[in-house]
């Protein structure tokens, strides 16, 4: 993927405030490197007990599959619906890992207990600073995204979901990550489907929202764009 934007934004009222914008240079073998990164499951290999590696290989192998037959569905041109999603978060996930040299860590729905619909967060990863982020993605064909987006991590951290993360997440984070995470130190990222809207009108938008006004209250924000 082309990286297109990559800066901070909004310094006046946070100091940790991170705009990506990205696109894929092809989309069909984007697709395909997609399935291909979900299906190698060597971060399997890190646990030390079989069990452990077992269950892990249970709960992701019919993930893989459920994700591949949607990520097959779409056409050179467009994504599908059912598909979208999926590639925001991947597109996200990388973005941030490989500009931001963050802890790279598998999509959520490859370790959750559900093959699909994971309800919590869609991605997550921990900053240098050991503050864990947990990541949102949006899809939308019509429109640019990140309104959906913000809301609904208003909503997730209204219910919860970040400290109900937890319990699926200690085997890829240090302790005083999610121990920060607990005593609500924590970061949140917005992965979002974009259309031709210049990267400082979308910016613009985004720091008038009142979900991200209510963001600017936690360590970090990455918003990232995707032009799909």
């Known amino acids: 993927m082309n990286i297109l934007d990559f800066r901070k934004i909004d310094e006046s009222n946070h100091k940790k405030v991170t705009f990506i914008r990205v696109e894929p240079i092809n989309l069909q073998s984007t697709l395909t490197d997609i399935i291909n990164t979900l299906s190698d499951l060597s ?54 890992v490989n500009q931001l040299n963050y802890l790279s860590v598998p999509l959520a729905e490859l370790y959750s207990k559900q093959v699909s619909k994971n309800p919590g967060f869609d991605f997550h990863t921990q900053n240098d600073c050991e503050t864990l982020i947990f990541g949102e993605a949006k899809y939308s064909s019509s429109r640019n995204a990140y309104g959906t987006g913000l809301k609904q991590v208003v909503e997730f951290i209204s219910d919860g979901k970040d400290k109900k993360d937890i319990p699926d997440l200690r085997d890829f984070f240090c302790e005083a990550a999610l121990r920060k995470v607990m005593k609500g130190t924590k970061g949140f990222a917005i992965g979002f489907s974009a259309k031709a809207t210049a990267s400082d009108s979308l910016i613009r938008n985004i720091t008038q929202n009142q979900d991200y006004k209510i963001l600017l209250g936690y360590e970090e924000i990455i918003l990232v764009a995707v032009n799909i």
């Open 43 to 96: 971060w399997i290999s890190r646990f030390d007990e079989e069990y452990i590696r077992e269950g892990f290989r249970a709960r992701a192998l019919p993930t893989v599959c459920d994700i591949t037959a949607k990520l097959i569905a779409s056409s050179s041109e467009q994504v599908s619906e059912d598909a979208g999603e999926y590639v925001v978060s991947e597109l996200s996930r990388s973005a941030i």
